[in-house]
Each structure stands twice: as structure tokens, then as C-alpha cells.
């Protein structure tokens, strides 16, 4: 098996390790294959979006996601480093309103896969990241929603990178319990 699943705190969360072949030239990796993903996550919805993001150390994005077209993301860093954190918005999952967050680096390679129902952030950790994620809905400007960073019920715990750089839609983010989320 090309991949290697490791569970994180959530059921429904994943870290992915796809198998990697370095040598003195440096390596080779098969960063997505379908029919392995469908394998191993039990979820064969196509992708239809790549992003590509980059930030500078202490940049925090999130806690962002689509009502009426939610989306699912398996993420990974290509450069630099980040903690990848992910929350269930799903009022029907013993894991509703909890989180958990795993390092995603160009050195470890690993892959988180944040199904739909989730919101979704991170923080650039390097002093550079560039991070790549894939999606399973287009991006939708109305359906777009976005729950505060630091609330203080989701009490996600963010590492301290020194000031941090925030967008101003996620400034202006708000609580958790006023959160429109999924059944």
C-alpha cells in the first residue's frame, strides 16, 4: 500500500504518508492517486480544486468553510512547515465541536484529509510555507463562513510564533456557538 494512514484525534480526520523513494538525486513521490485515497478514507468524491497558498511565518488562516457546498481537503506543505488543524461542525458526530491539529511539513510529507463538514485553518510555522490542498466543491463567495480563530469554546490550542497575521474577514470571524453548521 502506497499509503500509510495515521488516525488523529478526530475518526474522520486522517494524516496520510505516501510512500517515498530518495536516493542521491533526491526523491520521488507519488503525491495523489485516486484509487489508493478511495482505499484508505473511504471517500472517492472527485477533486475539482487545487489551491496553492503562501505565507510568512505567523500568517493564521482559518478557521474557515462553505455552508450549502462544503468542501473536503486533503492538504499538504511543499515548502516550509505549518500546524494543519481541523474542527467537527457536524451536530450529528460524537466529535462535534472538537478539533485537532497535526504539523504538516516539506520534510515529513504528510498529507491531512479534512472530509466535508469540517472547518478548516493553519499557521504558517517557517519562515516560508507553501501550502498545497486539494478540494472536493468549488470555492463559493456566499457560501463561505468563518469561525474565530482563538474561541475560547473550540480553545484550539495555536503555538506561540510570536505576532500573528491575520486576514481581516478572519478578524472579524465569529463565535463558534453562533456558527451556522451541518446536520
Known sequence: MPLIVHPTTLRDVKLLEPMAFDDARGFFMESFNARD???????AQPFVQDNHSR???????????????????????????????????????????????????????????????????FLALSEQADVLYKTTDYW????????????????????????????????RAGLFEFAETFE
Not at 485515497?37 to 471517500?43: C, I, P, Q, T
Not at 466529535?95 to 511539513?105: E, N, Q, V
Request: net charge neutral.
Open 37 to 43: 485515497f478511495a482505499e484508505v478514507v473511504g471517500f
Open 55 to 121: 505565507s510568512r511565518r505567523g500568517v493564521l488562516r482559518g478557521m474557515h468553510y462553505q455552508i450549502g457546498r462544503p468542501q473536503g481537503k486533503l492538504v499538504r506543505v511543499t515548502d516550509g512547515e505549518i500546524l494543519d488543524v481541523a474542527v467537527d461542525l457536524r451536530r450529528s458526530s460524537p466529535d462535534y465541536g472538537k478539533w485537532t491539529a497535526s504539523r504538516l511539513s516539506c520534510e515529513n510529507r504528510l498529507q491531512m484529509w479534512i472530509p466535508p463538514g469540517f472547518a478548516h485553518g
Open 140 to 171: 463559493c463567495r456566499e457560501c463561505e463562513r468563518a469561525i474565530c480563530w482563538n474561541d475560547p469554546d473550540l480553545a484550539i490550542a495555536w503555538p506561540d510564533v510570536g505576532p500573528l497575521q491575520l486576514a481581516e474577514k478572519d478578524l
